[in-house]
Each structure stands twice: as structure tokens, then as C-alpha cells.
């Protein structure tokens, strides 16, 4: 695999996607508002006295406005990477609303499926937890003592083994839901390891770590100006829709190199 030209591939993807195209960026931009302004609502030195958080002073109803419309706007980002998913060129424009919102539903419960058994052991550990302090008589005495311990490290060990599949596999499953239009394709175990095998599981961890990486570094040059008082909070919201579209182009390049391709017809 040739990360560099992955890279470089991406980032003209982007530059096309959004330089020029001053609407289509607004429209991302006025997509992501509802969550950046939920900052604006809670104020930290209001709510909290050292480590007490009074909860009586939080504006649940406009917190529930902002969160709702921030989950609402989400579906249409999310529908949009799906026609990036599915190797749009040129990129495609924030058109057919309907079909945007309802893709991006689709993709979201295909991504929230693959972390579903990681949050609910998550919940479960929680319980075991706080089962010694809560509820004595939950779990089956040894000798007298709860083996609370020792079930929460097992459930502890299954929990990061369900994340670090999860994390593998959540990517190339939304975009094998993308290319076929089939949330099951999405989930789609075998088929997805083996576009994963196709691509070299040594390629594609490289991919993801140099993507994690390269995320980071964007997030601290971008976490530098909104340090500014006041207005420094727009630049992050300005310029996540970069992010956003390089991520859903620098993955579908990856899931490419894993499509079987169809074979070249002989010249008689």
C-alpha cells in the first residue's frame, strides 16, 4: 500500500470537496453548530464547587433542545460520507435531504452495533463494581468473599478485546453498508475480514495508526486558536468538516484496495 499517496490522494479529495465550494462548507459548518454551542449552556463554574456538581443549575430543557438537534443535524453528515463511502468523484453536494437523513441513520446504527456488546459488558462491570458496596448478596459467595475482583478483570479483558475488534472492523463495515446499500453487509464478519486480508492486516494497521496520528496533530494545530476568548470556539467548528471529509475519503481508498476486482477481459 502507498501511504503517501493515500495521503496526498485524500487531501486533494478534500481541497476539491470543500475549497471553492463556500456553501457546501457553510452547510457542514451549520450542521455542527447545535453541539458546539451546548458549551455556551453549561457553565462549569456555575454547575461545579470543587468536586460537587450542583445539578439544579443545569438548563435541562435548552441542554435537550441542543443535544436533539445536534443528534438530528449529525444523520445528514453522516449520510454524506456514505456518498463519499461509495466512491462519489467530484464529491457530491448536499442534495436529496430526505435520502441524506435517512443513510445517515442507517450508518450510524451500523457503527453503534459493532461497540453494542463493549457497552453493555461496560455496564455489566459497572455492575460488578459497585455489587460488592450496593448488592451483597448479588453474586455467589467463595468462602465468604465476592469474587468481584476476578469477574471484573475477566469482563474487564473481554471488554478491550470487543474494542479492538470493533475498532477494526467498524470502518470497512459502514463502508461495505455504503457500497451495497445492506445494513447486514455491514456486519457482514467474513466478508469484511476478507477485504481486510486483501489489503494486508499489517497495511491496514499501519493505516489506521498513521491516520490516528495524523487526527491528532490536526486536533492540537486546531486546539491552538480556540484558546482565543470568546470567538476562539468558531475555529474548530470551521475547520472540522476538513477531518470529516478526509477521514471518509482516506478510509474508502483503503476499503479499495480490498474490493475484489473484475477480471480484464483477454483481447481475442
Not at 30 to 49: C, E, G, N, Y
Amino acid at each position: 500500500m502507498e501511504f503517501e499517496k493515500l495521503f496526498n490522494d485524500s487531501i486533494e479529495y478534500t481541497r476539491e470537496t470543500l475549497v471553492g465550494h463556500w456553501v457546501r462548507w457553510l452547510i457542514f459548518i451549520v450542521l455542527s453548530l447545535p453541539f458546539a454551542l451546548v458549551r455556551f449552556v453549561i457553565d462549569p463554574q456555575k454547575i461545579m464547587t470543587g468536586s460537587k456538581i450542583h445539578w439544579e443549575m443545569i438548563p435541562w430543557g435548552y441542554l435537550a433542545i441542543l443535544v436533539i438537534a445536534g443528534v438530528l443535524t449529525s444523520f445528514f453528515i453522516s449520510g454524506y460520507m456514505v456518498r463519499i463511502y461509495r466512491g462519489m468523484r467530484p464529491a457530491p453536494d448536499f442534495t436529496g435531504w430526505s435520502s441524506l437523513f435517512i443513510d445517515g441513520i442507517k450508518l450510524d446504527i451500523v457503527m453503534l452495533a459493532w461497540f453494542l456488546p463493549a457497552i453493555i459488558l461496560m455496564l455489566l462491570l459497572l455492575l460488578v463494581a459497585l455489587g460488592g458496596m450496593l448488592w451483597p448478596g448479588l453474586f455467589v459467595n467463595f468462602g465468604g468473599t465476592i469474587p468481584n475482583i476476578i469477574i471484573g478483570l475477566v469482563l474487564l479483558v473481554i471488554v478491550l478485546a470487543l474494542l479492538i475488534i470493533a475498532a477494526l472492523y467498524v470502518t470497512m463495515g459502514a463502508i461495505r453498508f455504503a457500497r451495497t446499500g445492506n445494513m447486514v453487509e455491514g456486519w457482514n464478519y467474513s466478508a469484511i475480514s476478507a477485504i481486510i486480508r486483501r489489503i494486508g492486516w499489517g497495511n491496514y494497521v499501519i493505516a489506521l495508526v498513521l491516520f490516528f496520528f495524523a487526527s491528532i496533530f490536526f486536533n492540537l494545530v486546531v486546539s491552538i486558536p480556540a484558546l482565543i476568548p470568546y470567538v476562539g470556539w468558531i475555529v474548530p467548528v470551521c475547520l472540522s468538516p476538513l477531518l470529516t471529509v478526509f477521514a471518509a475519503r482516506y478510509f474508502t481508498l483503503i476499503y479499495e484496495t480490498g474490493e475484489i476486482q473484475p477480471p480484464v477481459p483477454s483481447l481475442p
